[in-house]
């Protein structure tokens, strides 16, 4: 089953706009994920956040942890065409036989206009 | 360094024929990971091996669905048989979980896009 819920589920937008996309999920986490996806292509991990940090940046990327809301946003500044792509977040729960295990939500499709 | 490699990238079959999916994770990476991701949604995950051993396996379809990883590297998945609803894009992933300070991050091949006729 689905843990995460992305918000928006498309996003269109123009170049050098920033994009933000939220991530809503169920359960008690360890960490979060953000991972994009090319069209027809594999997923390429972005960015990590674990349960006790609020607050991380990689480059143009921000997230933003939010556990007592069990929410997370990511946000992409001055975008590029390149960006576009459909964007994941991931919760993992940490702990036993679930320690490294994902689970992914449905997706935003970001779509960047030049 | 080489990324997660999977065969074939494409394969189209009838319903209730069997096919099989070959994955090479990163070299030194104890876990490995097999998902199965329908269009318009996120992956989902049906096996995790942590070296040659199944951690996770509890969406994986018993009854059409195996998976091996025998020598603690590449892995097959099969599925025999196929059903109309298997079509969907197949990804393998790796990751150094196991180690200490292992990092959580997955790192993903291309994926198989398997459509069933």
């Known amino acids: ?114 | 360094e080489a990324g997660v490699a999977q065969s074939p990238r494409y394969k189209i079959i009838e319903k209730r024929q069997s096919v099989a999916f070959w994955c090479n994770p990163i070299s030194g990476h104890a876990t490995l990971y097999w998902y199965q991701q329908i269009l318009g949604q996120g992956p989902k995950l049906l096996i995790q091996f942590q070296n040659n051993g199944v951690v996770d396996d509890s969406q994986l379809p018993k009854d059409r669905f195996s998976a091996e990883r025998l020598k603690g590297v590449d892995s097959t998945l099969k599925i025999q048989p196929a059903k109309l609803e298997d079509s969907a894009v197949y990804l393998c992933a790796s990751s150094l979980i196991g180690l200490a300070g292992a990092r959580l991050e997955q790192f993903f091949g291309p994926g198989t896009r398997l459509t069933v006729l």
Not at chain 1, 65 to 70: E, N, R, V, Y
Request: glycine content about 10%; aromatic content about 6%.
């Open chain 1, 1 to 114: 089953s689905q843990q995460g819920e992305e918000d928006p589920q498309a996003l269109s937008i123009q170049e050098g706009e920033n994009a933000t996309m939220n991530c809503s999920y169920k359960t008690s986490i360890n960490n979060l994920q953000w991972y994009r996806q090319n069209s027809g292509r594999g997923l390429v991990h972005l960015i990590l956040i674990r349960s006790n940090e609020r607050e991380k940046h990689s480059g143009r990327l921000r997230v933003t942890l939010d556990t007592s809301k069990k929410s997370s946003s990511l946000l992409i500044t001055a975008s590029r065409a390149a960006d576009t792509a459909s964007y994941f977040c991931a919760t993992g729960r940490g702990g036993g036989t679930s320690y490294g295990k994902l689970t992914f939500g449905q997706g935003t499709i970001l779509t960047v206009h030049p």
